[in-house]
C-alpha cells in the first residue's frame, strides 16, 4: 500500500503523457481506417477474381497488430492484415509440432484421394503448387504465388498513373468527399507491403498483407503448448509463413510456419483490466522508442501476458501508476533474465537471438530507471516524463495546470531548478 500511495503522486504525470503524446489522432484513426478498408476490400475482390484458387480458399481479413490491439504507439500510420485462407477440409490438412517451438509444419494426408473427386478437382486443381514433393504446405510458394496474385490484379485493376508511379484509388471519406491516394508494393517478408500516399503528400500509410492459414482448435498444438483458453468464443488458430531464426538442422526450411494465437492474446488483453493494462503496456512502449531499444513490440506484449496469468486479478485495479511499475519491473527482470519466453510454449525464448551485451545495456537502463523514479518520485512526480518524452515536451507538461495546483507546481518548478540528477543516468 506504501508503494502505491508513492507512485499515485505520479499518477496525473502518466494519463496526460497517454492522452498527449501516445494516443492516436481520433479524427485521423477514423479517416485512415476508411482508407485501408475501401484499398484492401478493392485489392481482395480483384484477387479472387483474377485467381479462382485464392476465391476460393480465402474468407476473411483479419485486422492484427498494435493499432488493431488499442496498444499501438505513434501515430496511425502502420496496419497488419492477415488474409485468412482454409485448406479444403476433405483434403484432410493436419498440422504437425516440430523440433522447433512456435513453428509447425503443414501436410496434406489425402490430396490424390481428395483430388479424385470430379467437384474438388474443378475447384483446387492448383492447390499442389502450394506445396512441395511430400505435400507439406510451403511457404516460399505461398509466398511467390501470393505476390503473383497481388500484382496481377493490380494490373488488372487498370489504375496506373503515366504522370505519378502507383496505383490510383478514389477512397470515399464522406457523400461530398473523395480522396485520392496511389499505391505501391514492396515485399517485406512475411508480407507485401502497400504504401500508399495521398495526392497532395501529406497521407501515408503503409499496409501489410500477409497470407495466412487458418485451423480450428480440434488441430490446436499440444505437448508443451499452453491450452486454448478460449476453446468456444475463439476456437481457431493462424499459421503465417514466418522461418525461425534459428536454422541449424532444418533441412527443409519452407517448410516451417509460426504459429499465430492473435486473437485469443487480443482477447486475453481486453477486458476489466484493460483501463490500466493497455495504457500501461503503451507506456513501456513509448519508454523503449525514447530509449531506442531494439524490443519488439510483440515480446513487450508477451511480458503483460505473462503478467496476466501470474499476477492477482484485484492489483489490475491499482491505480495506473502502481500497474505501470509493476510491469516496469517485469520487463526488467525479463532483460537481466535474457529471456521472454513465448507465451504459448515457454520452451521458446523469443529474445535468444539478441547479443549477451545488447539485452545487459538494456536491463541496466531499466533498472536504473526503477531506482531513480524510487528515490525521486516523492519530491518530484514528473521524474518518470523524463524517461518517455523529450525536455519540450517535459516544460510543457510541468506547465500543465490540469496535473498539479499551482502551489505543487512551483514547488516542483523549484526542485527542478535545484537538482540534475536524472540527467546523469
Same mark, same amino acid.
Given at each position: 500500500? %506504501? +508503494?502505491?500511495?508513492?507512485?499515485?503522486?505520479?499518477?496525473?504525470?502518466?494519463?496526460?503523457?497517454?492522452?498527449?503524446?501516445?494516443? *492516436?489522432? %481520433?479524427?485521423? &484513426?477514423?479517416?485512415?481506417?476508411?482508407?485501408?478498408?475501401?484499398?484492401?476490400?478493392?485489392?481482395?475482390?480483384? &484477387?479472387?477474381?483474377?485467381?479462382?484458387?485464392?476465391?476460393? &480458399?480465402?474468407?476473411?481479413?483479419? #485486422?492484427?497488430?498494435?493499432?488493431?490491439?488499442?496498444?499501438?504507439?505513434?501515430?496511425?500510420?502502420?496496419?497488419?492484415?492477415?488474409? =485468412?485462407?482454409?485448406?479444403?477440409?476433405?483434403?484432410?490438412?493436419?498440422?504437425?509440432?516440430?523440433?522447433?517451438?512456435?513453428?509447425?509444419?503443414?501436410?496434406?494426408?489425402?490430396?490424390?484421394?481428395?483430388?479424385?473427386?470430379?467437384?474438388?478437382?474443378?475447384?483446387?486443381?492448383?492447390?499442389?503448387?502450394?506445396? +512441395?514433393?511430400?505435400? #507439406? *504446405?510451403?511457404?516460399?510458394?505461398?509466398?511467390?504465388?501470393? %505476390?503473383?496474385?497481388?500484382?496481377?490484379?493490380?494490373?488488372?485493376?487498370?489504375?496506373?498513373?503515366?504522370?505519378?508511379?502507383?496505383? /490510383?484509388?478514389?477512397?470515399?471519406?464522406?457523400?461530398?468527399?473523395? $480522396?485520392?491516394?496511389?499505391?505501391?508494393?514492396?515485399?517485406?517478408?512475411?508480407?507485401?507491403?502497400?504504401? $500508399?500516399?495521398?495526392?497532395?503528400?501529406?497521407?501515408?500509410?503503409?499496409?501489410?498483407?500477409?497470407?495466412?492459414?487458418?485451423?480450428?482448435?480440434?488441430?490446436?498444438?499440444?505437448?508443451?503448448?499452453?491450452?486454448?483458453?478460449?476453446?468456444?468464443?475463439?476456437?481457431?488458430? *493462424?499459421?503465417?509463413?514466418?522461418?525461425?531464426?534459428?536454422?541449424?538442422?532444418?533441412?527443409?526450411?519452407?517448410?516451417?510456419?509460426?504459429?499465430?494465437?492473435?486473437?485469443? %492474446?487480443?482477447?486475453?488483453?481486453?477486458?476489466? !483490466?484493460?483501463?490500466?493494462? /493497455?495504457?500501461?503496456?503503451?507506456?513501456?512502449?513509448?519508454?523503449?522508442?525514447?530509449?531506442?531499444?531494439?524490443?519488439?513490440?510483440?515480446?513487450?506484449?508477451? =511480458?503483460?501476458?505473462?503478467?496476466?496469468?501470474?499476477?492477482?486479478?484485484? /492489483?489490475?485495479? *491499482?491505480?495506473?501508476?502502481?500497474?505501470? &511499475?509493476?510491469?516496469?519491473?517485469?520487463?526488467?527482470?525479463?532483460?537481466?533474465?535474457?529471456?521472454?519466453? #513465448?507465451?504459448?510454449?515457454?520452451?521458446?525464448?523469443?529474445?535468444?537471438? #539478441?547479443?549477451?551485451?545488447?539485452? /545487459?545495456?538494456?536491463?541496466?537502463?531499466?533498472?536504473?530507471?526503477?531506482?531513480?523514479?524510487?528515490?525521486?518520485? +516523492?519530491?518530484?512526480?514528473?521524474?518518470?516524463?523524463?524517461?518517455?518524452?523529450?525536455?519540450?515536451?517535459?516544460?510543457?507538461?510541468? !506547465?500543465?495546470?490540469?496535473?498539479?495546483?499551482?502551489?505543487?507546481?512551483?514547488?516542483?518548478?523549484?526542485?527542478?531548478?535545484?537538482?540534475?540528477?536524472?540527467?546523469?543516468?
Amino acid at each position: 500500500m %506504501e +508503494d502505491v500511495q508513492k507512485y499515485k503522486k505520479m499518477e496525473n504525470v502518466l494519463h496526460k503523457i497517454n492522452q498527449k503524446y501516445i494516443a *492516436l489522432p %481520433e479524427h485521423e &484513426m477514423k479517416r485512415n481506417s476508411k482508407i485501408v478498408d475501401q484499398v484492401v476490400s478493392e485489392i481482395i475482390k480483384a &484477387m479472387q477474381k483474377i485467381n479462382p484458387l485464392f476465391k476460393q &480458399m480465402f474468407e476473411r481479413t483479419f #485486422y492484427g497488430g498494435s493499432y488493431y490491439d488499442g496498444i499501438k504507439v505513434g501515430k496511425p500510420e502502420e496496419y497488419d492484415l492477415d488474409l =485468412v485462407l482454409n485448406l479444403p477440409v476433405l483434403s484432410k490438412p493436419v498440422v504437425e509440432v516440430g523440433d522447433k517451438p512456435g513453428f509447425v509444419q503443414v501436410r496434406i494426408m489425402e490430396f490424390d484421394k481428395f483430388l479424385n473427386q470430379p467437384d474438388q478437382y474443378k475447384k483446387y486443381d492448383k492447390i499442389k503448387t502450394l506445396f +512441395d514433393d511430400r505435400m #507439406y *504446405l510451403s511457404t516460399e510458394n505461398v509466398l511467390r504465388w501470393t %505476390e503473383k496474385i497481388v500484382t496481377l490484379a493490380l494490373n488488372d485493376m487498370g489504375r496506373t498513373n503515366s504522370d505519378r508511379k502507383g496505383f /490510383k484509388f478514389n477512397v470515399e471519406l464522406s457523400d461530398n468527399e473523395t $480522396l485520392v491516394m496511389y499505391a505501391i508494393v514492396a515485399k517485406s517478408y512475411p508480407a507485401f507491403t502497400l504504401k $500508399l500516399d495521398s495526392e497532395d503528400g501529406r497521407i501515408k500509410l503503409d499496409i501489410d498483407l500477409v497470407p495466412c492459414f487458418q485451423f480450428k482448435d480440434n488441430q490446436w498444438p499440444r505437448g508443451q503448448y499452453r491450452e486454448n483458453p478460449f476453446p468456444r468464443q475463439r476456437d481457431k488458430f *493462424l499459421v503465417v509463413p514466418k522461418k525461425p531464426r534459428d536454422t541449424k538442422n532444418c533441412d527443409n526450411i519452407d517448410r516451417y510456419w509460426r504459429l499465430s494465437f492473435q486473437e485469443q %492474446e487480443r482477447a486475453l488483453i481486453t477486458g476489466p !483490466m484493460t483501463n490500466t493494462l /493497455k495504457p500501461a503496456i503503451r507506456l513501456l512502449k513509448k519508454l523503449r522508442d525514447h530509449h531506442k531499444h531494439s524490443i519488439a513490440s510483440y515480446h513487450i506484449k508477451t =511480458v503483460s501476458l505473462w503478467q496476466l496469468l501470474e499476477v492477482d486479478a484485484e /492489483k489490475w485495479r *491499482l491505480p495506473l501508476s502502481s500497474v505501470f &511499475m509493476m510491469m516496469l519491473r517485469k520487463y526488467a527482470e525479463t532483460m537481466n533474465d535474457k529471456c521472454i519466453p #513465448y507465451y504459448w510454449n515457454k520452451e521458446f525464448n523469443m529474445i535468444g537471438h #539478441y547479443a549477451e551485451v545488447t539485452l /545487459k545495456d538494456i536491463g541496466n537502463t531499466l533498472n536504473n530507471i526503477i531506482k531513480t523514479i524510487d528515490r525521486y518520485v +516523492d519530491s518530484d512526480p514528473f521524474i518518470v516524463a523524463k524517461f518517455l518524452i523529450g525536455p519540450a515536451e517535459i516544460e510543457e507538461l510541468r !506547465m500543465d495546470p490540469s496535473i498539479l495546483g499551482k502551489k505543487a507546481r512551483r514547488i516542483c518548478i523549484k526542485k527542478l531548478n535545484s537538482d540534475t540528477f536524472a540527467s546523469k543516468l
